[in-house]
């Protein structure tokens, strides 16, 4: 069965950090292009970090500087590790797997930035 989870979200103050993961199950994700997305109340999902196969990423201008995105293909797994977060970073965060024609989302994850 093709999944991907998520782990990491929850609550954090202004300035706090934190680190998602995404662990796939049912397929090898070394050759998919992997992506954070995030989507908050009333707005649309949007791309806030990139990783494809051979490593390179791409970031949304908000957070370039605070995210980074790696990947440990031994753990097929992908991480987005959050840093200085923001109010406006509040949203459920979803990972994507795609390749080809699959294309493989996770479940999401609530981050909360507040005080």
């Known amino acids: 069965q093709v999944q991907l989870v998520e782990l990491g979200g929850g609550l954090v103050q202004p300035g706090g950090s934190l680190r998602l993961s995404c662990t796939a199950s049912g397929f090898i994700l070394d050759i998919y292009d992997m992506g954070w997305y995030r989507q908050a109340p009333g707005k649309q999902r949007e791309l806030v970090a990139g990783i494809d196969g051979r490593g390179r990423t791409n970031y949304r201008d908000s957070v370039k500087g605070r995210f980074t995105i790696s990947r440990d293909n031994a753990k097929n797994t992908v991480y987005l590790q959050m840093n200085s977060l923001q109010p406006e970073d509040t949203a459920v965060y979803y990972c994507?797997?795609?390749?080809?024609?699959?294309?493989?989302w996770g479940q999401g994850t609530q981050v909360t930035v507040s005080s």
């Open positions: 994507n797997a795609a390749w080809l024609s699959k294309d493989y």
